[in-house]
């Protein structure tokens, strides 16, 4: 398809609750590793308030629904995830803007402004084994593909495969923030949490993109 | 290991230890919209309020810490979770009223993420507020740059003298000046030798073998840097004692505050018998302790260690430190 409307914009929020949902347990198991255990119990409960806020929206205004999504998921989620993904849908918010429908190069612009707003919340770079090194290739990603062709549900995917990709690649990075940055070298080994958790929520954006193919 | 606890579903934990702890305390805190506990009578609207954040699951700490002459606010999170920055933003406007309000946060990256995002917000509506960042864990090595170092128990004797301060009717900025001397000169290092488990997974919070110890462990479980076997009482309070007090530059003649403070499964025996160590040595220095604190203030569940925790105090520190103050946890009269 060659835009997305807020009907799909609300499925791909659902998709990516599915997804956290699904991995709870196994993302709340990588963050015992090196953390406290509970990013899996953080991000579901999160994502639970982002579902609660997409159930009260109402239609056709995109901006609105992920402002609430926002600030449901911030009231929700504490620790790091709360601000840092309550950012990321705040900034997304402010990039969609007044506009109701989003071709490919919107959609991307969309997950910029998400990606820099999380990006002022904190002062970690790529390589510091954070969500970002899962959120930064899965922003790049879409934005490349979105150039190369009009279909979202493909753009989507090629972020979703990016963010994967990405989520991986922290297994032997050295984690500079949060509580496993304590642990210095014995951080390496197991991927990080946040990464895999954005690896999650982008397969379950790509996932209910490609189900909806109207077009 | 398999936790054992009286609690009801996981879910509810921070719902109802808050609840419990209002209805326990009624004369002295109160419950604001089910995560903000505060001072069941304000000070007076003239007075520099004092707020802080963090995750539950530490008890007394922060809460406990609420009353006269310490805390005006404490916003509190999920276990071991800050809260997010839709109740700290309640509390920062709820205390800022003529005097402004001090904002303590503990160095801990959800912490840190909900105050900015908070402070960000009190910016846009004019609201009087200055942060002060607690980040005196000497875990990394106590030159380690200050976003590397946790903030540990150190901040309730800073809410002791920064509360006194503004109890006394000082003006913001001096309550700033005197919190951020305190928080200049204070350090904490924990040790862990066994671990806990976290109330809502029922999952332990770190492996440690039988015979081993960490010194540097954090207040959420999460390890530090030191692990070693399991020494004995005087010498784990000499090692510790020797980093805090070069952390602290304590010289000949000095003046500290010590606390000595459990993770929660150790005993009060225990405690006692480090303190005692911490004593000789300190002695052995010629560095005096002015105060001392031997009990459990801020907990990680049922860990089994404690946070070392030396202040250099002065004329001035000492006697906001003996001011009084009157909260469910620490009481001066």
Not at chain 1, 101 to 109: E, F, I, K, Q, Y
Not at chain 2, 148 to 153: F, I, P
Not at chain 2, 179 to 206: W, Y
């Amino acid at each position: 398809m060659e835009a997305i409307g807020y009907d799909e914009v609300v499925r791909m929020i659902r998709g990516a609750a599915s997804e956290i949902r699904a991995n709870r347990e196994h993302l709340s198991k990588l963050d015992s590793a090196t953390g406290d255990g509970d990013h899996g119990t953080a991000m579901l409960r999160a994502m639970e308030a982002a579902e609660k806020a997409v159930a009260d929206a109402r239609p056709p205004a995109i901006a609105p629904m992920l402002e609430a999504v926002a600030w449901g998921i911030m009231g929700a989620a504490g620790g790091a995830p709360g601000p840092l993904l309550g950012s990321f849908f705040l900034g997304m918010s402010e990039a969609v803007g007044e506009r109701q429908t989003l071709d490919g190069p919107a959609v991307a612009s969309m997950f910029e402004g998400g990606l820099a707003a999380m990006r002022k919340q904190t002062p970690a770079k790529p390589g510091d084994k954070t969500m970002l090194d899962a959120l930064i290739p899965a922003v790049e990603a879409l934005r490349a593909a979105t150039g190369a062709g009009p279909d979202v549900a493909s753009a989507m995917k090629r972020a979703a495969d990016a963010a994967a990709r990405g989520a991986e690649g922290t297994r032997d990075m050295q984690a500079r923030f949060g509580k496993a940055r304590n642990l210095g070298e014995r951080s390496k080994g197991t991927v990080d949490p946040g990464a895999t958790s954005i690896s999650c929520i982008f397969k379950g954006f790509a996932d209910a993109v490609a189900a909806d193919k109207n077009t | 290991m398999a936790m054992k606890k009286f609690i009801n579903d996981p879910a509810n934990l921070t719902t109802e230890l808050l609840e419990g702890y209002c209805l326990a305390y009624p004369d002295k805190v109160a419950l604001e919209s089910g995560r903000i506990v505060v001072r069941a009578k304000p000070k007076p609207e003239s007075k520099v309020a004092i707020v802080t954040l963090g995750g539950s699951g530490h008890e007394p700490a922060l809460s406990g810490f609420v009353g006269e002459g310490m805390l005006d606010a404490s916003v509190v999170g999920d276990i071991f979770a800050a809260p997010g920055p839709p109740p700290v933003i309640q509390a920062l406007k709820m205390a800022d009223r003529k005097a402004g309000v001090l904002f303590v946060v503990l160095n801990h990256a959800g912490d840190v993420m909900s105050a900015n995002m908070a402070l960000e917000m009190a910016g846009k509506e004019g609201l009087n507020v200055r942060m002060i960042l607690t980040h005196e864990d000497i875990a990394p090595g106590a030159s380690a740059p200050a976003e590397e170092r946790r903030g540990l128990a150190g901040c309730i004797p800073l809410y002791k003298v920064a509360g006194a301060a503004a109890e006394a009717g000082k003006s913001l900025d001096e309550v700033c000046k005197i919190a951020e001397r305190f928080n200049d000169n204070m350090a904490t290092l924990a040790v862990a030798i066994k671990t806990a488990t976290h109330p809502q997974s029922g999952q332990a919070i770190f492996d440690l073998a039988d015979d081993e110890m960490e010194i540097g462990m954090g207040q959420h479980g999460e390890a530090g840097t030191g692990r070693s076997k399991l020494m004995t009482a005087d010498r784990t309070a000499d090692v510790m004692a020797d980093r805090l007090m070069q952390a602290v530059k304590a010289k000949k003649g000095d003046r500290l505050l010590v606390i000595v403070n459990g993770a929660g499964a150790t005993t009060q025996m225990e405690l006692f018998i480090i303190f005692r160590r911490v004593h000789q040595f300190l002695a052995k220095h010629g560095v005096t302790i002015a105060r001392s604190l031997v009990g459990e203030y801020l907990t990680v569940q049922e860990m089994a260690g404690f946070q070392m925790f030396f202040a250099k105090m002065d004329d001035e520190l000492l006697k906001w430190y003996d001011a009084p103050c009157d909260t469910p946890y620490w009481t001066v009269r």
